[in-house]
């Protein structure tokens, strides 16, 4: 019985995306892509590599929130997370919104896309 994986143009389409983006270098937003369509996307928020968070996004689910995170010096709160899928034109995204206060200082509100891709890969 042999264990090899056939490569074919449709199963290297369907394996996932994998995109970490970083708020600063503790704190960790990854966007797991997959689904046929490139329209499902898993977002784990972790703290010093430990998952702290998890949710999905979908064509029909495109946006959820997360609570309130009080990670090491900082709190993220307010948290919103957006999927745009992709297209023929387009690429899919994942914009990020939240309020960042860091110890000591002042909130500060933070939006930006957090991982794009195209439909096809």
């Known amino acids: 019985?042999?264990?090899?994986v056939?490569?074919?143009?449709?199963?290297?389409?369907?394996?996932?995306?994998?995109q970490d983006?970083?708020?600063?270098?503790?704190?960790?937003?990854r966007c797991t892509i997959t689904g046929t369509n490139r329209d499902?996307?898993?977002?784990q928020i972790f703290y010093v590599n430990?998952?702290?968070w998890s949710g999905t996004l979908t064509q029909i689910q495109s946006h959820?929130?997360?609570p309130t995170?009080?990670?090491?010096?900082?709190?993220?709160?307010?948290?919103?997370l957006d999927l745009t899928v992709p297209t023929n034109t387009t690429p899919g995204n994942v914009m990020l919104s939240c309020?960042?206060?860091?110890?000591?200082q002042s909130p500060i509100p933070f939006s930006a896309p957090i991982a794009s891709w195209p439909l096809t890969s």
């Open 1 to 4: 019985m042999s264990d090899d």
């Open 6 to 18: 056939e490569l074919t143009l449709e199963s290297m389409a369907a394996a996932p995306i994998v």
């Open 21 to 29: 983006y970083y708020l600063v270098p503790s704190i960790d937003f």
């Open 40 to 43: 499902t996307v898993t977002v």
């Open 50 to 52: 430990t998952p702290m």
């Open 64 to 66: 959820l929130d997360f």
């Open 69 to 80: 995170l009080q990670l090491g010096a900082f709190k993220i709160s307010d948290g919103g």
């Open 99 to 104: 309020t960042v206060t860091q110890r000591g």
